[in-house]
């Protein structure tokens, strides 16, 4: 999370010394746990969601497609959004 959340306050540090609005939606930041493969997040939990009342969608796809598994030598798992 150092390098997105950098990169966000940075932009904001800008945007105020030019005298913009300057604000850090920390909300929409991606979170990783540097494993092998990696886990990252973004927003909130489906748990979360389901909780809102709003209406949703959950799509899985196997990580042997990505274009990383095959290099990395991994044939197992999934990314879930």
Known sequence: ???HKGKEEG????DRIAGKYA???YKVIPS????????A????TEEQVEASGR???V???PFLASGRAPRNGAGSGF???
């Not at 932009?11 to 800008?14: D, K, L, R, T």
């Not at 990783?32 to 886990?39: F, G, H, L, R």
């Not at 997040?41 to 909130?44: D, I």
Request: without cysteine; aromatic residues 12%.
């Open 55 to 57: 209406a949703y969608k």
């Open 11 to 14: 932009v904001s540090v800008a």
């Open 1 to 3: 999370m150092l390098a």
């Open 23 to 25: 604000h850090v939606n």
């Open 79 to 81: 990314s879930r959004s």
């Open 41 to 44: 997040w973004v927003g909130q």
């Open 59 to 61: 799509g899985v796809f």
């Open 32 to 39: 990783v746990i540097y494993t092998a493969p990696e886990i």
